[in-house]
């Protein structure tokens, strides 16, 4: 029964992802109160992590959707925060139902815990609407390196006063009940485009790769850091945000699993941004990317961050 019950867990797999090993990841956009086009809608999540003793732990966790009229799967990274309390980022994606294929956490001690899917429930995305994901509590199992996850749908949490007249109401993403509605403005009803007034910076963000014997793969995985781009950026525009000017680059000597399809080691090597906290923003955001790759390989990683006004 169990290698039946492991075949059919396979099957369900492969089925969420056609060609598994061929599909790559993307990363939805952080909404900025930008007007939607007819076919996008928003969605939030809250997020706790639990230890086997039922102790709540901070950190953050990234997960992979996978919509299943787009075909198309997209890697979240949340950081986790007081429960009830509006939203630090919401994310914009095409209308469709988004089953989560893989749940996994890096612990303080750079310990990875994965929990893999498909969830029982489909999560509703809607357009010109928001869905709320409910609270996602990860339990660390006692099998090392074991998550288990369970979805509770939550009241909304999102301000009306933050919904910047884009989206009509709030739903929940299970069973598609609305939440809240918000006024729209005249322009988002009809479609405009409605300009954002903010101030802009420069930012760029760099990468230098060397896989060694195995560099033929440098364009698979440089493909994967690329496509997590904005997310990887945050973490310098949070340390430029803390009144801390500086650029530079940050070299790292990895190990890349075929087995987990992650990094499974991940050292500094060199650091001319030498801020604690934008380093370990880095370590949790790059150990948390997935490569489609079919080898092991060990390779030198190099992110240069500059700025401009």
């Known amino acids: ?23 790559t990841t993307l990363t939805p956009k ?8 007819k076919d996008e809608g928003l969605f939030y999540l809250q997020g706790s992590i639990i230890d086997s003793n039922a102790q709540h732990k901070g950190g953050s966790f990234s997960f992979i959707i996978f919509g299943k009229n787009h075909q198309k799967a997209y890697s979240v990274q949340l950081d986790t925060a007081a429960l009830g309390q509006h939203p ?42 928001l869905s709320n994901f409910g609270i996602w509590y990860l339990v660390q199992l006692k099998q090392a390196g074991q998550l288990s996850i369970l979805i509770k749908p939550s009241p909304n949490t999102f301000q009306a006063a933050k919904s910047q007249g884009s989206i009509a109401r709030v739903i929940d993403a299970v069973s598609g009940r609305e939440q809240a509605t918000f006024e729209q403005k005249a322009a988002a009803r009809q479609g405009e485009i409605r300009a954002v007034m903010r101030s802009t910076r420069t930012i760029g963000m760099f990468y230098k790769l060397n896989l060694f014997r195995q560099n033929q793969y440098a364009p698979t995985v440089i493909g994967v850091i690329q496509s997590n781009d904005p997310d990887l950026r945050t ?62 390989m060990i390779g030198e990683l190099s992110l240069i961050f500059q700025v401009g006004t």
């Not at 029964?1 to 599909?23: D, K, N, T, Y």
């Not at 952080?30 to 086009?37: Q, R, Y």
């Open 30 to 37: 952080v909404w900025n109160g930008e007007a939607l086009a």
């Open 1 to 23: 029964m169990a290698r039946i019950a492991a075949i059919v867990g396979c099957c369900l797999l492969l089925s969420l992802f056609p060609l598994q090993a061929q599909v």
């Open 88 to 129: 630090d980022k919401v994310w914009k994606l095409k209308e469709d139902d988004y089953q989560i294929a893989q749940v996994q956490h890096v612990d303080s001690q750079g310990k990875r815990w994965i929990w893999k899917g498909p969830y029982r429930t489909a999560l509703q995305v809607r357009s010109k609407s």
């Open 235 to 296: 973490c310098y525009t949070d340390f430029l945000d803390r009144g801390t000017p500086g650029k530079g680059t940050i070299s790292y000597t990895m190990l890349l699993s075929h087995q987990s399809h992650s990094i499974k080691s991940l050292k500094v090597k060199q650091a001319e941004i030498k801020d604690e906290r934008f380093l370990e923003c880095l370590y949790y955001k790059l150990m948390a990317l997935s490569f489609p790759i079919k080898e092991s």
